[in-house]
């Protein structure tokens, strides 16, 4: 079975920083691009942040560029959020995503989501 389990969620104010964590279980994690993506109240979920399967690579929203940077630890099958710079339009549920193409097609598994709140 398999899962994502995010943590490092919480409630900072402007300007502060945050580092999100995902722990993925159940699957070999090396072979998984690996991604975050945030849903705010009445918004649709959107993409953030994307890492390549073997970490060579690494994509951005332009909203959070040059604040936010993605990182995977592949011994610990963990990728990593941090946040810097937050500001208030970033509150959301913020999701790990994982997937990877074989040639039975496309797989991906969603976390749980973790809760950014961004306020004074």
């Known amino acids: 079975q398999v899962q994502l389990v995010e943590s490092g969620g919480g409630l900072v104010q402007p300007g502060g920083s945050l580092r999100l964590s995902c722990a993925a279980s159940g699957l070999t994690f090396t072979n998984y691009a690996m991604g975050w993506f945030r849903q705010a109240p009445g918004k649709e979920r959107e993409f953030v942040a994307a890492?390549?399967?073997?970490?060579?690579?690494?994509y951005y929203a332009d909203s959070v560029k040059g604040r936010f940077a993605i990182s995977r630890d592949d011994a610990r099958s963990r990728v990593y959020l941090q946040m810097n710079n937050l500001k208030p339009g970033g509150t959301a549920v913020y999701y790990c995503?994982?997937?990877?193409?074989?040639?039975?097609?496309?797989?991906?598994?969603w976390g749980q989501g973790t809760q950014v709140t961004i306020a004074s």
């Open positions: 890492i390549s399967w073997r970490g060579g690579n690494t």
């Open positions: 995503y994982a997937e990877r193409t074989t040639m039975k097609g496309k797989q991906n598994y």
